[in-house]
């Protein structure tokens, strides 16, 4: 009998028989828990035969598969789930079936992952999720599963979404920054946060140089290594200006910008306590007292000396999970997901 494999708006029908959906964790935790949701309401008619096993006698109405973490209120980073439906048919020891996986589930709370319903004399089978992940780096993945964790969601549907700018500041003080990684590190940060909040969205990198230049990210896995590449063909200038990067070409309203330099730019004193303004200043530099006054300013603490940006951030998953909280409390994207889903 045939196996499908769901990904993307993949699709099954099966016969109209009970269903077995069984689940393999891969991660830091051993387990999850599947429910089955009729209207948001666990379905009383499922039985569980094991943790990792559920079977549902029959689908006469809209049902939902959703995953939570058995213990934790979120899934931990680097945890994926394999999910398996198949027919129950016990004449048949090849019974039609569908796969779905491996689905990264790192920094949840919960996350729906098929759909079935009854169709003619079958049920169909939908996948909910858009194919498989982008792959990361280490940094930009864990400022995925953060950015997850404080929206609640995987991915925020497509009417949420925003495009996303990353504005460098090429002053001629921000060597240090490029040379310890700092200013590397926090694009990545900033492209996981982009992973979710914008995966069907433009992403945009500006150089604000004496002549500021767009650039166009393809692929949220490169874009450090595309600023990193560009800095030694840029003319360093001095005196760096917020307002260099705002609307230069007339880019959408839904659009949130970050602002990458290495302090407080000189004409936007307000915009650092203004949280409605759409862009967002990013500063690598020693924490200093005051700093909690300045809602619309995140402060990145650069290496020690000698040491590399990227190989702290990678040890300090919680500055990284501090830089995406304080960035997406910060901005419009903050509101895009959904409440906590209650056990």
Same mark, same amino acid.
């Given at each position: ?15 109209? &028989? ?9 991660? *830091? ?15 009383? &008619?499922?039985? =569980?035969?094991?943790?990792?096993? /559920? ?11 959703? /995953? ?13 789930? !394999?999910?398996?439906?198949?027919? @129950? ?18 920094? /949840?709370? !919960? ?21 498989? @992940? ?17 929206? $609640? ?5 497509? !009417? ?15 060597? *240090? ?5 700092? +200013? ?19 992403? =945009? ?9 767009? /650039? ?13 590449? @560009? ?38 004193? $307000? ?8 862009? !967002? ?8 007292? $005051? ?23 990678? &040890?300090?998953?919680?500055? +990284? ?14 509101? &895009? ?5 209650? =056990?």
């Amino acid at each position: 009998m045939p196996t499908y494999v769901l990904e993307g708006a993949g699709r099954a029908v099966f016969p109209r &028989r009970p269903i077995v959906v069984s689940m393999t964790v891969v991660g *830091p935790v051993a387990s999850a828990t599947i429910r089955a949701l009729v209207n948001g309401v666990d379905d009383s &008619r499922v039985v =569980r035969p094991t943790p990792g096993l /559920l079977v549902l006698p029959r689908v006469d109405a809209p049902t939902v598969l959703r /995953l939570m973490p058995a213990g934790p209120a979120e899934f931990p980073p680097d945890t994926t789930v !394999h999910l398996t439906l198949a027919v @129950e048919d016990r004449s048949d020891p090849d019974p039609d079936r569908a796969v779905l996986g491996p689905i990264d589930v790192s920094g /949840l709370t !919960h996350i729906d992952v098929a759909a079935l319903e009854s169709v003619g004399e079958g049920i169909s089978v939908a996948a909910l999720r858009g194919g498989r @992940e982008i792959e990361l780096g280490p940094v930009a993945n864990q400022a995925r599963v953060a950015t997850r964790a404080v929206l $609640g969601v995987d991915q925020l549907p497509e !009417h949420a979404q925003a495009d996303i700018a990353i504005a460098v500041d090429m002053s001629a003080s921000m060597l *240090p920054a490029f040379a310890d990684g700092s +200013v590397a590190a926090v694009v990545d940060v900033i492209s996981g946060i982009a992973s979710v909040v914008a995966p069907h969205r433009r992403i =945009r990198l500006c150089l604000a140089d004496a002549s500021p230049r767009w /650039l166009e990210i393809e692929d949220l896995a490169t874009a450090s290594a595309v600023v990193t590449a @560009e800095v030694v063909n840029v003319v360093l200038v001095s005196g760096f200006q917020s307002a260099a990067v705002s609307q230069l070409d007339g880019s959408a309203a839904d659009m949130v910008t970050f602002i990458l330099t290495d302090a407080v730019p000189a004409d936007s004193n $307000g915009l650092a306590y203004d949280t409605r303004d759409s862009r !967002h200043i990013v500063t690598i530099q020693t924490p200093f007292d $005051g700093q909690e006054a300045m809602p619309n300013v995140t402060i990145v603490a650069p290496p020690p000396p000698g040491a590399s940006a990227l190989e702290r951030l990678v &040890r300090d998953r919680d500055a +990284v999970n501090a830089a995406v909280r304080s960035m997406l409390n910060a901005t419009t994207l903050g509101g &895009r997901g959904h409440a906590v889903v209650t =056990r």
